[in-house]
């Protein structure tokens, strides 16, 4: 593996895999089990010397996944809801450390700028969204990321 990210956001995967899945919730079976799957393909992946990906594109997958995956977390059922969430930011907080100020930061910069970039920055957006779109006080930014996607999306 060429890419030190990669194997630190792999092995995050595999320890928030392994954590959650104490909690022996099946509304998380379907997510543990798509890791494993997609895990599996990433090893395959890197392993092949044919292998076109870069290890960043995989490593922004993943970043992409663990912004989802709070998402996911703070839609359980309450039973399990809280340790989840405790889990997975115990876990990312102790590979990822500056992960979520980072997002954040980035996040900032584009709206600042009032303009998206690329997929990845797309995707910052996207996720606020997500975490926005439920709440009834955030309309003025809600509507502002919304164009800011749709400006994007016309231009690609």
Same mark, same amino acid.
């Given at each position: 593996?060429?890419?030190?990210?990669?194997?630190?956001?792999?092995?995050?995967?595999?320890?928030?895999?392994?954590?959650? &899945?104490?909690?022996?919730?099946?509304?998380?079976?379907?997510l543990?089990?798509?890791?494993? @799957?997609s895990? &599996?393909?990433?090893?395959?992946?890197?392993?092949n010397?044919?292998n076109?990906i870069?290890?960043?594109?995989?490593?922004s997958?993943f970043?992409?996944?663990?912004r989802?995956t709070?998402?996911?977390l703070?839609?359980?059922?309450?039973?399990?809801?809280?340790?989840a969430? $405790?889990?997975f930011?115990?876990?990312?907080?102790?590979?990822?450390?500056?992960?979520?100020?980072?997002?954040?930061?980035?996040? $900032?910069?584009?709206?600042?700028? &009032?303009?998206?970039?690329?997929e990845n920055?797309?995707?910052?957006?996207?996720?606020? @969204?997500?975490?926005?779109?439920?709440?009834?006080?955030n309309?003025a930014?809600?509507?502002?990321?919304n164009?800011?996607l749709?400006?994007?999306?016309?231009?690609?």
């Open positions: 593996m060429r890419s030190k990210k990669l194997e630190t956001l792999i092995i995050l995967y595999k320890e928030l895999a392994e954590e959650l &899945g104490k909690l022996k919730s099946p509304e998380l079976e379907p543990l089990n798509s890791w494993s @799957v895990l &599996g393909q990433i090893n395959e992946i890197i392993n010397p044919d076109a870069k290890p960043s594109q995989i490593a997958g970043e992409q996944g663990l989802d709070h998402l996911i703070g839609d359980l059922n309450a039973q399990y809801r809280s340790s969430i $405790e889990i930011y115990k876990v990312v907080g102790s590979h990822l450390p500056s992960f979520f100020q980072k997002c954040k930061a980035q996040l $900032e910069r584009i709206v600042e700028k &009032g303009k998206i970039k690329n920055e797309w995707y910052l957006v996207r996720h606020r @969204v997500d975490e926005i779109e439920r709440q009834s006080n309309d930014e809600l509507e502002f990321l164009e800011l749709g400006k994007f999306e016309a231009s690609v």
